[in-house]
Nanobody, 117 residues
Framework: QVQVVESGGGLVQPGGSLRLSCAAS????????MGWYRQAQGQQREFVAS?????????ASSVKGRFTISRTDANNTVNLQLQMNSLKPEDTAVYYC?????????WGQGTQVTVSS
């Protein structure tokens, strides 16, 4: 089992920045990749960014050049960050962190990001 907890959401003005964090614990040796998804009100959950073991990253076209995903491992915990710059109102959503193993996907509870003036 892998436990995933997000933090760092909030309210920010258009053009501003926000940094999301995610901590994965438990059977972290099973994790093959981690990533971020988001779900706006009334919309389906969509992919934002991911990072695999060894470092390859992948971004949705809508966030490429504005968002940066990174990962650090320490003390039996995998820490994932999402640096979000030049935020737009359409980035408003609940952001979810996930940890992917060979057989299962573990999700966090989500953190709200609101971009509004």
């Amino acid at each position: 089992q892998v436990q995933v907890v997000e933090s760092g959401g909030g309210l920010v003005q258009p053009g501003g920045s926000l940094r999301l964090s995610c901590a994965a614990s438990g059977s972290i040796h099973l994790i093959a990749a981690m990533g971020w998804y988001r779900q706006a009100q009334g919309q389906q959950r969509e992919f934002v960014a991911s990072i695999a073991v060894g470092g390859p990253t992948n971004y949705a076209s809508s966030v490429k050049g504005r968002f940066t995903i990174s990962r650090t491992d320490a003390n039996n915990t995998v820490n994932l960050q999402l640096q979000m710059n030049s935020l737009k109102p359409e980035d408003t959503a609940v952001y979810y962190c996930d940890a992917l193993t060979i057989s299962e996907i573990f999700w966090g509870q989500g953190t709200q990001v609101t971009v509004s003036s």
